[in-house]
T-cell receptor, first 112, second 111 residues
Framework: KAGVTQTPRYLIKTRGQQVTLSCSPI?????VSWYQQTPGQGLQFLFE???????NKGNFPGRFSGRQFSNSRSEMNVSTLELGDSALYLC???????????FGQGTRLTVV | GQQLNQSPQSMFIQEGEDVSMNCTSS?????WLWYKQDPGEGPVLLIA?????ELTSNGRLTAQFGITRKDSFLNISASIPSDVGIYFC???????????FGTGTSLTVIP
């Protein structure tokens, strides 16, 4: 069974630009969560989607958004990039609420 | 948000030694997970715990879900160089429908 796939692995963007990251969950998993990981803040929850509905959102500005498609694949978008958005963005999928969450390899975003 | 206190923050041990780390919270949680993360990679799930008092093993790794549901520990026996990495505990917050992660324990194994 294929794991969680995130694309791209690395991105370099300029301040003010926008970026879209993609996540394909494990087959059969309908819950997809996104996290931002930085050395100073650790793993911070961004949002969670289940069956195309956002069920919860973390404490991030509105520049961070996401969506989930009918095949459970998810995308997250960050608009008007700031230097502080540089981080490893991780996607995790779960088959059942509150059960094991499996992570992808992450997308390393660098904003210059 | 929920706070998870993970200790120690870092460990330097000799190859072959046993390792113990723990994670505590001020709130009760019904799901405790342990992950290992290598630099630049995503966290890999090691052990999942769903029942208070549960003791679960995965090879040289053993984890326990505290009876109060406010803590968990992870033990690694006979450490080897590939055990190097950052270990995270995580809990599932039912109300917020999200996972919270500890600050991590950085493990260095000296050959």
């Amino acid at each position: 069974k294929a794991g969680v796939t995130q694309t791209p692995r690395y991105l370099i963007k300029t301040r003010g630009q926008q970026v879209t990251l993609s996540c394909s969950p494990i087959s059969g998993h309908r819950s997809v969560s996104w996290y931002q990981q930085t050395p100073g803040q650790g793993l911070q929850f961004l949002f969670e989607y289940f069956s195309e509905t956002q069920r919860n959102k973390g404490n991030f500005p509105g520049r961070f958004s996401g969506r989930q498609f009918s095949n459970s694949r998810s995308e997250m978008n960050v608009s008007t990039l700031e230097l502080g958005d540089s981080a490893l963005y991780l996607c995790a999928s779960s088959q059942y609420r509150g059960r094991e969450a499996f992570f992808g390899q992450g997308t390393r975003l660098t904003v210059v | 948000g929920q706070q998870l206190n993970q200790s120690p923050q870092s460990m330097f041990i000799q190859e072959g030694e046993d390792v113990s780390m723990n994670c505590t919270s001020s709130s009760i949680f019904n799901t405790w997970l342990w992950y290992k993360q290598d630099p630049g990679e995503g966290p890999v799930l090691l052990i999942a715990l769903y029942k208070a008092g549960e003791l679960t093993s995965n090879g040289r790794l053993t984890a326990q879900f505290g009876i109060t549901r406010k803590d968990s520990f992870l033990n690694i026996s006979a450490s080897i160089p590939s055990d190097v990495g950052i270990y995270f505990c995580a809990v599932f917050w039912d109300t917020g429908n999200q996972f919270y992660f500890g600050t991590g324990t950085s493990l260095t194994v000296i050959p």
